[in-house]
């Protein structure tokens, strides 16, 4: 199993940025799919989760309303659009897949199953 996320990099505050993540032997559409980042000297943290389907989407308090989370799976892939991005977004995110589906689980990193490799987000001020 490969989870590839890109579309990482150095951008201004309020700018946008659009992650990616293919996934690769696995049968995409039957693993939720969630971002999480870690900054330095931080713990790896939930950003936003999609479930199967893509029917539900949860989303970090601290992102909602300026992130967006999708998936196609025809195309084996999830997106994570993030908007007026602040210095605080800074952070190395990481895509995940979990077989399971149940909301509340999709918040914790444990639950998840596969790991990509992280693409670095750097927002200055």
């Known amino acids: 199993v490969q989870l590839q996320a890109s579309g990482g990099g150095l951008l201004q505050t309020g700018g946008s940025l659009r992650l990616s993540c293919a996934a690769s032997?696995?049968?995409?559409?039957?693993?939720?799919m969630g971002w999480f980042r870690q900054a330095p000297r931080n713990e790896r943290e939930f950003v936003a989760a999609?479930?199967?389907?893509?029917?539900?989407?949860y989303y970090a308090d601290s992102v909602k309303g300026r992130f967006t989370i999708s998936r196609d799976n025809a195309k084996n892939t999830v997106y994570l659009q993030m908007n007026s991005l602040k210095p605080e977004d800074t952070a190395v995110y990481y895509c995940?897949?979990?077989?399971?589906?149940?909301?509340?689980?999709?918040?914790?990193?444990?639950?998840?199953?596969?790991w990509g490799q992280g693409t670095q987000v750097t927002v200055s001020s």
């Open positions: 995940a897949a979990d077989l399971g589906d149940w909301g509340p689980f999709l918040r914790v990193p444990v639950d998840y199953d596969y």
């Open positions: 032997g696995l049968t995409f559409s039957n693993y939720a």
């Open positions: 999609i479930t199967r389907s893509g029917g539900t989407t």
